[in-house]
């Protein structure tokens, strides 16, 4: 897929997307109040909410937003979801990434009540993410069109928890059918005018998912956990080793693999993903047009399902390494090696997701929220999201419109802010984008010799020119800001 240079898709300014994510409440004070704190938030994601809100009656007022019961966590994404809507309906096209993961909090002297119990020490609950991402190889983070948490039913003990979040995940939710609900939400609220392409991991590889998806003329790129029979070929009847025996196509291709560390990882996914070191892999690809039988236990649906498939594999293993191999299955055509090698890297896109949901876990602290209910859990988490989507737009802004005007990312008083604090080398008269968050990649503890920085570290250094920012506004008579 040819990468394409995109213009910047948004501003890194805190009011916009306090106000953005606001709009949509229906209710001037509480529009005003969600405004106030997603702002503060996005200056310091971080932070403890007491921290957030030194003063005692701003602090109380947010612990009041929070326990509202006439909002819930699809109303406060609202703003949200309507601008991630107009800025994938400028694109046409775009990617929607799906994924699920476990918010786990400690327990305390007290159980918190509404919470799955994942341990003696931890409990919480999943949430299904659908995230917006643009498919012109740019990569761009939109935004995120649906959210679904969820627990399983038989792990809560007290009936009226197990009412409340059947209430609040529907008559209809399965924890297998997420899937298909996320991605029918997902094309609704885009609307016609928009062709979405859906990505999914090993989880989504459900034959029911793939019938109608297929039936409903929906575009997808779902990575294989299965090696499913297929229908017609009595030689070569499973669908890896029939892949497997196809030519491969032009010439291998080098991508260079990221690390990846046990970590605090969890044990099932440590086998699904061993831990690897950093490398250059050398990968081959296949492709073939199969046709998929439908398992015993599904008589309900079509018997066969007609699906394109991707395989690449590494070649030239390193020893003690776990080659790569993914099959893709998908809709996307695969008439050129340039086809199936787009259809690889539309699936690589997929990390973004795990990106967006460490920017909630880490760079948002979520986890560690001192709440005592799901329902205060949601609604912080309807804040949370907004603002973990603007730590992706700083690595993008940085690798995608590296040579526009800082000026156009930034607000004209932190770039002259950032002039006269610049950490090293000569002060440009007019920053590019990518010299201004260099800047402040180094203001957060980044070193040249360890690559470009990652959001994390553009998160650290961005926060520590928000707080001089402040403290430079606060010295000022009238609060003004006047650097130029």
Not at 269 to 280: G, L, Y
Not at 343 to 352: A, C, F, G, K
């Amino acid at each position: 897929m040819t990468k394409k240079k995109a213009a910047p898709v948004y501003r890194l300014d805190a009011e916009k997307v306090g106000q953005e994510a606001a709009c949509a409440l229906g209710d001037g004070r509480l529009e005003r109040r969600m405004q106030q704190i997603v702002e503060t938030m996005c200056k310091r994601p971080a932070a403890s909410l007491p921290q957030l809100f030194p003063r005692e009656a701003d602090l109380e007022a947010v612990y009041r937003f929070l326990g509202n019961d006439r909002l819930s966590l699809g109303r406060i994404l609202l703003g949200h979801v309507a601008h991630t809507v107009a800025r994938a309906q400028s694109l046409r096209t775009v990617c929607v990434i799906h994924d699920s993961t476990e918010f786990a909090f400690p327990v305390r002297k007290r159980p918190r009540p509404g919470l799955e119990q994942f341990s003696e020490s931890r409990q919480g609950f999943l949430c299904h993410f659908s995230v917006c991402v643009s498919a012109d190889g740019a990569r761009a983070p939109l935004g995120c069109l649906w959210t679904q948490p969820f627990v399983r039913l038989h792990r809560l003990c007290i009936e009226e928890d197990k009412a409340a979040w059947k209430t609040r995940m529907g008559s209809d939710f399965s924890e297998a059918g997420r899937w298909l609900k996320g991605i029918r939400h997902s094309e609704r609220v885009l609307g016609p005018s928009v062709s979405a392409i859906h990505l999914c991991d090993r989880e989504g590889d459900a034959y029911p998912l793939f019938s109608k998806l297929v039936q409903h003329n929906s575009r997808f790129v779902t990575r294989l956990s299965h090696n499913r029979t297929l229908s017609g070929e009595p030689d070569l009847a499973h669908l890896l080793d029939y892949v497997r025996a196809q030519p491969v196509l032009g010439e291998s291709r080098v991508v260079q693999l990221s690390e990846r560390l046990d970590g605090d990882r969890t044990p099932s996914d440590i086998k699904t993903h061993p831990s690897r070191q950093s490398r250059a892999a050398e990968l081959q690809i296949r492709c073939a047009q199969v046709s998929i039988r439908r398992p015993a236990s599904r008589s309900e649906e079509p018997r066969t399902v007609m699906v394109n498939v991707v395989d690449v594999s590494e070649v030239n293993t390193p020893d003690e390494q776990s080659p790569v191999r993914w099959t893709l299955c998908t809709t996307e055509s695969i008439a050129t090696e340039a086809d199936c090698w787009r259809i690889v890297d539309l699936y690589r896109t997929r990390w973004l997701v795990e990106e967006f949901i460490k920017a909630i876990k880490t760079g948002c602290a979520y986890e560690s929220r001192q709440l005592d209910s799901e329902q205060t859990l949601l609604h912080a988490l309807g804040l949370t999201i907004p603002v973990a989507w603007t730590l992706l737009l700083l690595r993008y802004l940085d690798r995608e419109a590296p040579d526009s005007p800082a000026e156009a990312v930034l607000p004209a008083d932190l770039v002259a802010l950032l002039k006269r604090v610049w950490p090293r080398g000569a002060v440009p008269e007019k920053p590019s984008v990518r010299e201004a968050l260099h800047a402040i990649a180094a203001l957060g503890g980044h070193r040249r010799q360890n690559g470009p920085p990652g959001w994390l570290v553009l998160h650290r250094g961005y926060q520590s020119l928000l707080l001089m920012y402040q403290g430079y506004k606060a010295a000022l008579p009238d609060g003004r800001c006047d650097q130029s």
